[in-house]
C-alpha cells in the first residue's frame, strides 16, 4: 500500500476524521450532482414572489431574486472546491520546491531563498491579497486562482525545508549520493515522498483557509463575481433580507461552516496520524 493510501486509513480511523471526510465527500457528491439533479442557480423563474421559505420545491427557500438557494449552495461549493483545490495545489507545489532546493543546498541559496520567504511572511496574506484584487474591476476566476495560490507557498517552503534539513544525512540519502546520484534525483525520489506527510497536513489546512479567504473576498465584493454563484456572495446579496428571508445567508454560511470544520478535521487526523510521537 501507497504511504497516502496508509495515511488515509489511519484518518479514517479516527472518528473526527472519519466524520470529516464523509462530510467533505458529500459536499463533493452534491457539488458534482447540481447541475445534474437542481435547477440553474443563476436561474430567475419569477422575480415577484422572490424569498420563498424552504419548501418540498426548493428544500433551501429562494432568495430574493427567485433563485433556488439549495442550487446556488451546490454551485458555490463547485466553485469554493475548485478554487481551494487548484489554489492550494499550486501553493503546495511551489512551497515543495522552494523548500526542497533551499534544504537541499543549504549554504548562500538557503539564506537568499529563506529571506524571500520571511520578507513575504511579514506581510500578512490577507493585505497583500486585498491590494493584488484591488487593482482589478471585475477579476477572472483563473485570475483569482493564481493570486490565492501565489500567496500561499511561503509557510509551506518553510516546513519542506525543516523537513529536508532533518533527512538531507539520512543514510539512504548518503548512499544515494554516495552511488552518483545527482541532485534532482536525489530531491525528487529521496526526499520529497519522504515529506509526504506533512505536506498532505498543510494541503488539508489549506483548503479551509483558502474557502475562508474566497468566502471572505467574494463578501467584499473581490472574490468571485456574479452571476456566478459563490458563498460569500450568497450572504453579501442576503444581506438586505437577514430579516424576512434569513435561510438565503443561512444556508451557505453553514456550508461554509461545515466544510471548513471538516477540513481542519481531516488535518488534525492526519497530523496525528504522521506524528511518530502519537499512539
Do not use: C, K
Request: no cysteine; hydrophobic share 55%.
Amino acid at each position: 500500500m501507497t504511504p497516502i493510501g496508509r495515511m488515509a486509513q489511519a484518518v479514517w480511523r479516527r472518528p473526527p476524521g472519519r466524520a470529516g471526510l464523509v462530510v467533505l465527500l458529500s459536499v463533493v457528491l452534491a457539488a458534482a450532482a447540481g447541475p445534474l439533479v437542481l435547477p440553474s442557480p443563476i436561474e430567475q423563474p419569477d422575480i415577484e414572489h422572490g424569498g420563498q421559505p424552504p419548501s418540498l420545491a426548493h428544500p433551501f427557500g429562494t432568495d430574493q431574486l427567485s433563485r433556488d438557494v439549495l442550487a446556488r449552495v451546490a454551485g458555490g461549493a463547485r466553485v469554493s472546491l475548485s478554487v481551494a483545490a487548484i489554489a492550494v495545489a499550486m501553493s503546495i507545489s511551489l512551497g515543495a520546491l522552494v523548500g526542497l532546493v533551499a534544504g537541499y543546498h543549504g549554504g548562500p541559496v538557503d539564506a537568499l531563498l529563506m529571506r524571500i520567504v520571511d520578507a513575504a511572511l511579514a506581510i500578512p496574506r490577507l493585505f497583500l491579497l486585498l491590494l493584488l484584487l484591488a487593482l482589478w474591476e471585475r477579476i477572472p476566476l483563473a485570475a483569482f486562482i493564481l493570486v490565492v495560490g501565489a500567496t500561499g507557498w511561503f509557510g509551506t517552503s518553510r516546513l519542506v525545508r525543516a523537513e529536508v534539513l532533518r533527512l538531507r544525512e539520512s543514510e539512504y540519502v548518503l548512499a544515494a549520493r554516495a552511488l552518483g546520484g545527482g541532485a534532482r534525483r536525489i530531491m525528487f525520489r529521496h526526499l520529497l515522498p519522504n515529506a509526504i506527510g506533512p505536506l498532505l497536513v498543510a494541503a488539508t489546512l489549506g483548503v479551509g483557509e483558502v474557502i475562508l479567504l474566497e468566502a471572505g473576498l467574494s463578501f467584499l465584493g473581490l472574490g468571485i463575481q456574479p452571476p456566478t454563484p459563490s458563498w460569500g456572495g450568497m450572504i453579501f446579496d442576503a444581506r438586505e433580507v437577514l430579516v424576512s428571508a434569513p435561510w438565503a445567508s443561512v444556508f451557505p454560511a453553514l456550508a461554509i461552516a461545515l466544510t471548513v470544520l471538516s477540513a481542519n478535521l481531516v488535518g488534525d487526523a492526519l497530523r496525528d496520524a504522521t506524528d511518530p510521537r502519537s499512539a
